[in-house]
């Protein structure tokens, strides 16, 4: 993604910066990604010695987690999730 692909100009920081209430569909789709994550965490946990990179490795699944959701939040105002 370039500067072109999304320039901080007003529009952006609106979007960036304000409440997104969750439309139809949105609650379920941040459920699956967070149950998901879950799923990932546990593997994780499973297969890694306890450790800084196993650390690293949740809070950055927690990063994404968040980073997917505010993509769904703030990016989906037309799109239609299966099972709506």
């Known amino acids: 993604m370039t500067k072109a692909d999304v320039e901080l100009n007003r529009p952006e920081m609106e979007i960036r910066f304000t409440y997104h209430k969750p439309t139809e569909g949105q609650p379920k789709i941040y459920e699956t990604i967070r ?6 965490a546990l593997l994780l946990q ?3 010695p306890p450790s800084r990179e196993l650390s690293l490795a949740i809070t950055k699944l927690e990063e994404s987690v968040m980073w997917a959701n505010a993509a769904v939040a ?3 105002e037309d ?5 709506d």
């Open 35 to 40: 149950d998901q994550a879950h799923i990932f």
């Open 46 to 48: 499973e297969f890694c």
């Open 74 to 76: 703030r990016r989906s």
């Open 79 to 83: 799109v239609v999730y299966a099972g």
